[in-house]
């Protein structure tokens, strides 16, 4: 009875602690909010208007900031405003004596001493880079994705930066439009678990911290769906698309607690971004409660002059505040126009103090009147950048996004020993394109080619051969690079290699800068003479491991074909050549599934695998063509959404639905590994809203686990479906959950191999 008592009494108090704990965190959280609101409202409460709209003001780095002032011209205004205290932020200043100096200016000289907040590109790492963000998509790894982020805040936030413009959570289904690369594909699940990844990875548990950066989810909104795949073209979307498919990453990213957004450059409903109060002030701020600062895209305010929507800057201006865009990015537009327009009444200046009180609120966040000078030691800079534990992380995360596409009569792995190789192809021995887009602050020529890397397993004979250039002349950081079109000077040398070879590796693509902002393509084929030199290493012969290098979906029907063993290696960053040999050679078994679907032909795009059932989906009688299809291919994707092998197989089994409640439902499966070597598996759950009040897709992904397992070992996995995974937001914005017959599908790809259904009885509205 004693020790009954004793253990309930333990009980007790144990549970009275973890809630006085909780508590005492919950109050700590509470107090630090209520005090970084008041240090706002102080200090807002001495500033002039000017200074008010300077914070509103963020320019581009304009000069050495090492080297002398500038004396006259835009830079000279430029530095006057950083004196004066009219800039609230810059971009692009980089390294810790660069930062020092111009956060110097802005604290020591002006007259309140309100740190800069300084932005930067961090898009998939800072020096040291991780693969690009499609390609961590790839994964599926939400910790890896995590982890790639956190140790790109390291760096950058080591060499002075403290906010970057990413993740980037637009969705595309458009393999043309050269930004996809910077992105998670094209679905909205996996679009937001990646989108609340990335963020906590920027921001971590503690923004103060010198290890954390800000985070900004871009480009709100539909930026993503561009009319033909055209960078900063025309946006035309429908209610049901913008609320189900285009809203949830950036809804994700504002649970996830992400400080700031950035707007689009494309127009909405006849409206630009920029200056859409829907978006910024109906949705963002009001609806979903977001309390960060929104920052307008290079040039975006003054951009709606062209659109056809402002006349002037000072209507741009104007238009922009009222519509809720709290920051101008290098337009000049607010810190020229914005008080002239409060003295004459045409903007309220309570939507200039709000505004403000935003952007200071993320500056006390981040600890920048703390310790302005916090993210400026030269020491730490020197220390983190490039360091092991940083190199390691990017390698762990390049391998992880590998996707094996194709592997017949298990060409792969390779062996590590007495195998005659032939390496094939210009971007096999390349160390800058493998960093892909978006790399301001990397170093040409700083990747590991997949030429070292494989020379790293010497008991194989290797042997290179270019066969011909990707590009002629040197790469710049140019939207335009000139592709090798003609020469096929190396050829003779390439298939003379081969014809000695028992395996060909052939590594083929794009070349880091033909992917990425205004990077549209048309022709989404092999650029250049890659496919020729490709069909005559064929010829002779046919033992082929086709490699890519690539920032966006392919066409590579021919490849498919007749290529037996297909890698998806896209731009994998620093440590790209070790993580493509160790896929290679089997040392890391694959595991990653595409997050875009590979169209047949560039005709085919968009093509997405959730997409609508339509009217007339099948053949409706033989000989007949008056059904939605194509008359020259087929409506199936090359490789669906989801789709990757590994060097082992899985198999799916006993697929099982249990009602909880009306609104829950569990769904178990059994998978088993069938193979002969260790795995792992992303497996997939969809499911389908058969009948609607509006019309649902075929199937939508709504969970996925992986799974590693050894040879025949078997495991039962369980998901669990809510509310939230079985509703949809009508065209209203509600968000409704209808009754009906659900369907539920489970496998290896959205291609699903298991399925099963079940029902709901009654309606419920959020």
Known sequence: MKKTSL?????????????????????????????????????????????????????????????????????????EHLRKGYVGSMLNVRGVKEVRAVQKIAVEETRLGIPL?????????????????????ASWDLEAIKRSAQVAAKESAAAGINWTFAPMVDISRDARWGR?????????????????????????????SPETIAACAKHWAGYGFSESGRDYNTVDVGT????????????????????????????????????????????????????????????????????????????????????????????YAYVDELANLVREGKVKESLIDDAVKRILRVKFEL??????????????????????????????????????????????????????????????????????????AAEDSTAVSVLEGMQKYPDNKLTYSKGADLTIGKTEFAIELNINTEDKSGFPEAIETAKKADIVVMVLGEHGFQSGEARSRTDLGLPGVQQELLEAIYKVNK????????????????????????????????????????????NYNPSGKLPMS???????????????????????????????????????????????????????????VDKVSNDIFNVSVDIKNTGKVVGKEVMQLYIQDVFSSITRPVKELKGFQMVELKPNQQQTIKFNLSENDLGFFNNEGEFVLEPGEFKVYVGGSSKTVLESNFIIEKQSIK
């Open 117 to 137: 907040i300084i932005g930067f590109d961090v898009i998939h790492g800072y020096k040291t880079l991780s693969p690009i963000p499609l390609a961590e998509a």
């Open 7 to 79: 253990g309930i009494l333990i009980i007790i108090l144990t549970i009275f602690n973890v809630s006085c704990k909780e508590n005492s965190e919950d109050s700590s959280i509470e107090n630090k909010t209520n005090s970084i609101e008041k240090k706002v409202a102080d200090l807002l409460s001495r500033m002039t208007l000017e200074e008010k709209i300077g914070q509103m003001n963020q320019y581009n780095g304009f000069w050495d900031v090492t080297g002398p002032q500038p004396l006259d011209g835009d830079a000279a205004k430029k530095y």
């Open 367 to 440: 600890g920048l009147f703390e310790d302005p000078y916090k993210y400026c030691d030269e020491i730490r800079e020197k220390e983190v950048t490039g360091s092991k534990e940083i190199q390691d992380a990017v390698l762990d995360m390049a391998k992880k996004s590998i996707v094996l596409l194709k592997n017949e009569n298990e060409i792969l792995p390779l062996k590590t020993n007495g195998l005659n190789i032939a390496l094939i192809g210009a971007l096999a021995a390349d160390k800058t394109s493998p960093l892909g887009s978006w790399r301001i």
């Open 543 to 586: 033992n082929i491991v086709l490699v890519l290098n690539n920032g966006r979906p392919l066409t590579i029907t021919w490849a498919d074909k007749h290529i037996p063993a297909i890698v998806e290696a896209w731009q994998l960053g620093t440590q790209s050549g070790n993580a493509i040999a160790q896929v290679l050679y089997g």
């Open 598 to 656: 590979f169209p047949r032909n560039v005709g085919q795009v968009p093509i997405y695998y959730n997409h609508k059932n339509t009217g007339r989906p099948v053949l409706p009688a033989p000989n007949e063509v008056f059904w939605s299809h194509y008359t020259d291919e087929s409506n199936d994707p090359l490789y669906p959404f989801g789709h990757g092998l590994s060097y082992t197989t899985f198999a799916y089994t006993n697929l099982m």
């Open 240 to 331: 049901s698309t913008l609320n189900n498919i285009i809203f949830p990453p950036f809804r994700a990213a504002v649970k996830a607690g992400v400080r700031t957004f950035m707007n689009s450059f494309n127009e909405l409903n006849g409206v630009p971004a920029t200056g859409n109060a829907y978006l910024q002030r109906d949705i963002l701020k009001d609806a979903w409660q977001f309390d960060g600062f929104v920052v307008s895209d290079w040039g975006s305010i003054n951009e709606m002059i062209a659109h056809g929507y402002a006349k002037d800057k000072k209507e741009a201006a104007e238009l922009s505040v009222i519509a809720g865009s709290d920051m101008d990015m290098e337009s």
């Open 180 to 208: 996809v690369m910077e992105g998670a594909g094209e679905d909205p699940y996996l679009g937001s678990e990646i989108a609340m990844a990335r963020v906590h990875g920027f921001q971590g548990d503690d923004l103060s």
